[in-house]
């Protein structure tokens, strides 16, 4: 367990809402990033961000923004959802004792109707 | 770009038996490193084992461990002495390492294991 939360855990919401998906995690870990995960798939990164303020896309950015103010919480947005964008999110991190290992939060269920 | 190749979409095996996982690779980097992950059907995300590819010697973690042959590409899971609990699907990744980029991963799409009494 490497302190990571996600919230929400499920969501449903309608084509062209916005929405945020938080990620936080208690153990200043450097790294973050968000993936995706279609049924049957392996995950896709979407951002990522290395400190503060910093941040970089993955390569599946489109239709997603992220933000980073704080070290502890790592903010996903999907200014319109889109039918497309109905997923499985996870959060991870890169660990801090251990640069070799990524651990993954318990993932967030988006479904857009 | 990276590349991960995992071509069985499923895989059965006896409990108590000895099973590998195949994930074959596409890299132009030097430097890059190699982890398995399991995905029980309750949807976590499991860290297994990791490989670095300046590694010398084959990761071992537990039951589970890296057959690691670099001029092939390949970096296949043995897990040894199977048990029900090992029913799941795995997926190998691949990352490239930075300074500003931690480990971004590209995944495979993952075999599910299956794992008979």
């Known amino acids: 367990d490497a302190g990571i939360t996600q919230s929400p855990r499920h969501k449903v919401t309608e084509t062209g809402t916005p929405v945020t998906l938080r990620c936080h995690q208690t153990e200043n870990h450097r790294y973050m990033y968000w993936y995706r995960q279609d049924p049957g798939h392996g995950l896709r990164l979407i951002h990522y961000?290395?400190?503060?303020?910093?941040?970089d896309k993955g390569e599946v950015s489109d239709g997603y923004s992220v933000s980073r103010s704080k070290t502890e919480d790592f903010l996903l947005t999907l200014e319109s959802a889109t039918s497309s964008q109905t997923s499985v999110y996870f959060c991870?991190?890169?660990?801090?004792?251990?640069?070799?290992?990524?651990?993954f939060g318990p993932g967030t269920r988006l479904t857009v109707l | 770009a990276q590349k991960i190749t995992q071509t069985q979409p499923g895989m059965f095996v006896q409990e108590k038996e000895a099973v590998t996982l195949d994930c074959t690779y596409d890299t132009s980097d030097p430097s890059y490193g190699l982890f398995w992950y399991k995905q029980p059907s309750s949807g976590e995300m499991i860290f297994l084992i990791y490989q670095g590819s300046y590694d010398q010697q084959n990761a071992t973690e537990g039951r589970y461990s890296l057959n690691f042959q670099k001029a092939r590409k390949s970096a296949n899971l043995v897990i040894s002495a199977s048990q029900l609990g090992d029913s799941a699907m795995y997926f190998c990744a691949i990352a490239r390492a930075g300074e500003t980029s931690g480990s971004r991963l590209t995944f495979g799409e993952g075999t599910q294991l299956t794992v008979n009494p």
């Open positions: 961000s290395y400190g503060v303020k910093d941040t």
């Open positions: 991870a991190i890169t660990s801090r004792a251990n640069n070799n290992e990524q651990f």
